[in-house]
């Protein structure tokens, strides 16, 4: 079993572990981590399939994809985060979304 | 003076422009906010204007491919715009332009949103955003970068929709939001799956190496099962009428007439450029679409008839309207001609549903209130009955508007396919959007009810500001449909591998 | 060529008018009545101009603009065209002056004649129709522009009326636009041709059964065949120059013109009958004449008995259609104008008995010949003109009819006709006898207002309509009459125009 084999099931096991809270649970902050951790499988993945073997350079596309992914995943996060907030302040309960 | 058109028009690099414009004037709104008004608007027109003259140079020279910085694929970006591009991105622009001019003309005229301390000019930096989003997903050209401007489009889209500070507009848009995220996650799943199989993102590319494979069918699943849901597919439809509905009029126009043809778009690029000239077009696939689209005119059609507010009677006809197009993926079993009819379809749509909700901002303003029963108050201005009469003569696909020729060529694709259940549908649904629309324009020659009980406007000058734009809108809904053969045509532009 | 654009021009003045009329403010009544007025004496002419030059000049005019959906919008002006055409332009002169006498100082009156505008230009469209296309536009555009005319008044009764109207028509026009696209994707060619169009030869009879069907079904919604019928009844809560103009002559009538379109040149007689769908559409229409006879019978509403006297009316001219005989459609083409011409003087003088002394129903009506002499001459004229009396207007139609029977060895036909007539005078004559010799009550001696029974404006019209019925009846031979017109139309649409009884 190669190293990235092995990076590549982790990303699928984060993927898979991310997938029952995200859809089903009631917290909103909750939901809003599971997506990050399903993001963070989805690169996980990418990041494996970069490998080119021992001692080559990694596949710079490869990474390239994974930076911007980051970059949605991390402005989607704010923008959700922000939006929790303000419901917060108007007083509405985060379980009712 | 035709030469230097011509000149002007092959020498500069429209799309680039397009794409650049909106951007460029997002940051100056968002960090001049004083100004944010005029350089909101003035970005608006010029973009709009690029995309005209692309889509002008799409029809005369042929489809438009540009690997950016020079770098081609697989490491460079390309974009590249064929007739389907050209028409959306026209749709686009002009119906933006429209909003954009229509919310400076009433911005001063609304009441700012005081309690949740979002200032009424952050309409500006993320509507251009949206714009420069809009433009760039569809002049895309890889799986990764559709990714990418799907995701600028709709986290614009979900702050547009949070921007009226109410409530319900916050949950609404929390709601949307998610959605969002795990759609274009699914989607990036798929992408990432593609790559690990063929390791090649450009439609062209991949479209040389794709072959009917188990992993490759997974990906395509879940990549249309993504786009599906952010464009509101029956059952996954029940974030639209909340974040559309409880918006200000000119996000919900932009929302229900522009950021949902988006994803739709992505769809049947990757269904006609990608899957099917590989061999993946699966007929099951495409009539469980097709279903979900025909569940979703009915569903959508009843709603709209039953909705108390006039706001959620647009937003579900939205819903019906969603599900003619997806009702087009069965119909392109055999080649691109019914393309025309989700085209037109698409195109009306965009024009009829913003000049309705446009329309309803004035109502509120005049009436107090958006429900379907104050509709007989007196204060109601012409224009505005106007508006709707001809907007929902589009919706409900009568002649000679767009939506007439549109549902004309749909009739005419699922009579020719032999597909007696689709065509029974489609005339179900469009006896249930009439319904729908009569409702409300028989409330226009009901018995007059009493005066508003709390009239917004003091006085009535500036009246035109808010009708002008949806009734020009409206009048071209019904225009489009006298065109003659030219937007046909201009579809049949085939990109070479776009 | 000056010609091409004729068809438009006749199009646009009432077009244009409607948004000027439109515009023109509630209290402006000279400049409103000015505009109406102008805009139809001026199509009138133009009517006029092209009727001589087809005619005796041989012309034909189209117009032509390509739609997106593969079909062009063809406006030509051929002689079944300008039959239907100066019907409705010469009516809409006459019904324009009433409906500004009924309506004077009512609400909404800029509103009213702007959609009458619209409704004559969608009439007219039908009627310069040069292929289903084209037809099916205008018919659509019908349905809308007479809604707001339906429900006027904005009482409860009047929505529910419109309600029911745009229920049945709505969906005749979803029936109507499926029929269309069908034919024309099976067909390629959605022309009308003199004789049928030759492009459905190429297709197969099921589908072109299943296209008929659903073509006849949609058209016969507006044209009152029943089971269809149900809306005319109710749509009699409009005011009386609607229920007269466009519910006894525009709407029904289009229904009854696009019968004969489809059938004499889409499909073309010859192929309705080999296919066995004129015998069906004949029986429906035979069926429809004698139930709305009888329906007429049982009501005693005024405007209602009238509505179901049109339904029964409008089938006659379906039947004659139906019928493989020049003589019948000869007798059909008349009819259309004869039957516009009867029945709109017996609306126009309903809605004068309302007016005067505001009764509705014809129990009620004991006597009103000696308040409102003149205007029940113009319905006893009428009334014996619709029972067929020689030498009225519903005579020669009716004569020429029966003879297309006999000639199609359907002598059925004859007895329809002569049951239907007997049922017309059932439900006609006891109101004259009624009006004429029944002692006057209290309410029917409401006395007039002015120095004539009723204003000016409501009863030269149904006078003039009176007149012309006895005109077209009397000088049935003449150039210009119906039946002239009739003929020249049926030679041309059914080869081998036989020696029949009558020439």
Redesign the interface.
Known sequence: MTVSLGYALLGAAILALSIYPLVLARDLLRRIVAANAFGTGIFLILVALGFRGEGATPDPTTHGLVLTGIIVAVSATGLALALVARMHAAGARLEDV | MSDTVSALLAGVDWAAVAILTPLAGGAAAFVLPDRARAIGVAASVTTAAAAVALVWLIATAGPYDLAVGGWSA??GIRIAADGLSAVLIGMTNLVGASVAVHAALTGRQTKPVA??GVAAWGFWPLWLLLLAGLNALYLSADV?NL??TL?IVG?SA??LA?LSGK?EA??A???Y??V???A??VY??GV?LL??QYGV?DLAGLRAVLVPAPATQFAMVAMLAALAMKSALFPLHGWLPPAHGNATSPVSALLSALVVKASLYIAVRLWLDLYQPAGLGDDAIATVLGVLGACAVLWGGLQALIAKRLKLVVAYSTVAQIGYLFMCFPLWADGREAL?AFV?LAVAHAFAKSALFLACEQVQRTLGDDQVSSLSKPELP?AVKVTFALAA?SLVG???SGG??G???L??ST??HGLTVW?VIV?CG??LS?AAM?RVL?RF????GQAAAHPQVVGDAASWRFSLTPLLLAVAAVGI?????W??ELVGIVGTAQ | MSGTWLPLVVLSISLIAAPLIFATAERRVVLRTTINLCAAVLKLGLVGYLAWQVAFEGARYAWRWPMAAGFDLVLQVDPLALLFLSLSAGLWLLTTIYAIGYLEDGPHRSRFFGFFSLCVAATTGIALAGNLFTFLVFYELLTLATYPLVVHRQTPEALRGGRIYLAYTVTGGVLLLVGTVWLGSAAGSLDFVTAGNPALASVDHITLIAIFALLVAGLGVKAALFPAHGWLPQAMVAPAPVSALLHAVAVVKAGAFGIIRVVDEVFGIALTVKLGLALPLAGLAAFTIIYGSLQALRQDDLKRRLAYSTVSQVSYIVLGAALFSPLALIGALMHLVHQGLMKITLFMCAGNIAEAVHLHKVSELDGIGRRLPWTMAAFTIASLAMIGVPPLAGFVSKWYLAAGGIDDQSAWVVLILLASSGLNALYLLPILHRAWFKVPTAATMVAASGRLEIKWTLLAPPLMTAALVIGVGLFANAPFSPLSWARLIATVEIPQFPDGLIR
């Not at chain 2, 020659?445 to 007059?448: L, Y």
């Not at chain 2, 449909?481 to 053969?485: E, I, S, T």
């Open positions: 697989p490491l309690e949740a990764f990714y990418v995701e986290l979900v702050g949070a409530a916050f949950k848009a929390i709601r939001l998610l969002g995220i795990i274009s996650l990036l799943l990432t790559f690990a993102l025309a037109y012409g003569v009568l002649p000679p007439f020729i549902k004309w060529l009739l005419e009579l020719s065509t005339l469009t006896l009439a009569a028989a020659f009901a018995p007059e449909g006298l065109l003659g053969a937007p046909v």
